[in-house]
Structure formats: structure tokens, C-alpha cells
């Protein structure tokens, strides 16, 4: 079946853009959570969600980013007056419900000049 | 003091060695564990639970010690296919918990 998809693949912005990165998580996984990654660094949690609830924020930066998730399924990162600091790679994953395996998707790679 | 701690590597090995890998982490309320193999860049993908009794995956062995909070992968007969960096991961308890990430040991096995 079809995995976690995320879009743009790819992203490049100027600084001072906002930017909206979209994940679509497996049909039926409940989870859906954000993460960062750059290089030669593991994956740093940012937020996630059960449903359309949003239940942790804790790893979000600063309040330039957020995120929501309204109807239980897509969602979306949003990032604000980017900064170059802001260049990494930006995953999504999703699980089922009470299953700590989480699905990765091929994330969006983020650069802010 | 970082959450979960892993030396970065990167290993060198032969073809057909044994290589082990540790990892520590710092919460003792931590519940799951895991090890995640990521391809160079692709995604995370789950290599195999960690339980406190050992498992085994074929040519993989995981091992868990609550008591020091040490997480361990062996990888016997290792392939050139092995190359990849090894994640360690931990949970503040199942479920829907978000995972908490080493920053990864890289492996290359060389022919």
C-alpha cells in the first residue's frame, strides 16, 4: 500500500518567505508526527498529532513555526519568515493507534538562502 | 547530557566481521526501545524492537539493560548491504509517544 508522502520534495526560499510543507500520512494512522533532521544528526522531534488533536509542541523552535492537522489526516507545517538557520530536512511520520513503529516519509528538503 | 547517546562512527569493517554498537540513554521512564537502520538519504525505516530478554533477527542481536540503560546491536557476518547509519531510539512509554532519536552510528563494510 502506499507510504507516507510528503510534498514539495524539494524547497527553496528566500529568507523572510513562509513556507508550507505537506505530509500525507498512511490511510488509517491516527499519529502524525514532525520531525527535523540535519545532517549527521538524528531525526529531532518538533510536534504531533492523534487525530486532529494536537498533543505535544514541546520541539517546535520558536513560534515561527506550527502546525496543524484539521480534518485528521494531511498536515501541515507551516514556517514563517524563514531563516537560513530554518535549512534542514523535515520528516513526517505516522502510526497506528497505541503502536509505537512509526512510518517515515521521504521528507521535504528545505533550504532558505 | 544529551537523551540518547551514540558513538557517530563511523565503523569501518570487512566483509564477513562481527560489529557491535551501544548506545545509552538518560530517562530512566523510558518504556520502548528500538534500533532504525537509515539508508543514505532515505528514511528512517524500523530495523527491530529492543526487549530486556535479547531478541535476535537473523544476523541481528539487540540487546537492552534497564538497570545501566544500555541499548546494544550486534551484526554478525556483516554484508556490504549493512552500510548504512543505526539509529538508536527510545520512548518515553508505547504508543502514540513520539520517539526520541540518537544522533546515529554510521557502518560501512568494505569488501
Known amino acids: 500500500g502506499a507510504g507516507v508522502s510528503q510534498s514539495p520534495r524539494y524547497k527553496v526560499t528566500k529568507r523572510g518567505q513562509d513556507v508550507a510543507l505537506r505530509c500525507d500520512p498512511i490511510?488509517?494512522?491516527?499519529?502524525l508526527y514532525w520531525y527535523r533532521q540535519a545532517l549527521g544528526q538524528g531525526p529531532e522531534f518538533l510536534t504531533y498529532?492523534?487525530?486532529?488533536?494536537?498533543?505535544?509542541k514541546s520541539g517546535l523552535p520558536n513560534d515561527r513555526f506550527s502546525a496543524e492537522r484539521p480534518e485528521g489526516s494531511i498536515s501541515t507545517l507551516t514556517i514563517q519568515r524563514t531563516e537560513q538557520r530554518d535549512s534542514a530536512m523535515y520528516r513526517c511520520?505516522?502510526?497506528?493507534?497505541?503502536?509505537?513503529?512509526?512510518?517515515f516519509g521521504p521528507g521535504t528538503r528545505l533550504t532558505v538562502l | 547530557r544529551k537523551e540518547v547517546e551514540q558513538d557517530p562512527g563511523p565503523f569501518n569493517v570487512p566483509e564477513g566481521a562481527t560489529v557491535a554498537f551501544n548506545c545509552t540513554y538518560s530517562n530512566s521512564a523510558s518504556q520502548s526501545f528500538f534500533w532504525y537502520r537509515q539508508d543514505c538519504r532515505k528514511e528512517p525505516k524500523l530495523l527491530m524492537s529492543?526487549?530486556?530478554s535479547g531478541n535476535e533477527d537473523g544476523r541481528f542481536t539487540a540487546q537492552l539493560n534497564r538497570a545501566s540503560q544500555y541499548i546494544s546491536l550486534l551484526i554478525r557476518d556483516s554484508k556490504l548491504s549493512d552500510s548504512a547509519t543505526y539509529l538508536c531510539v527510545v520512548t518515553l512509554s508505547g504508543g502514540n509517544t513520539p520517539l526520541v532519536f540518537g544522533k546515529g552510528t554510521r557502518l560501512s563494510v568494505i569488501a
Open positions: 511520520a505516522s502510526s497506528l493507534a497505541g503502536d509505537p513503529h512509526k512510518y
Open positions: 498529532f492523534n487525530y486532529e488533536a494536537q498533543q505535544d
Open positions: 529492543v526487549y530486556s
Open positions: 490511510s488509517g494512522h491516527v499519529s
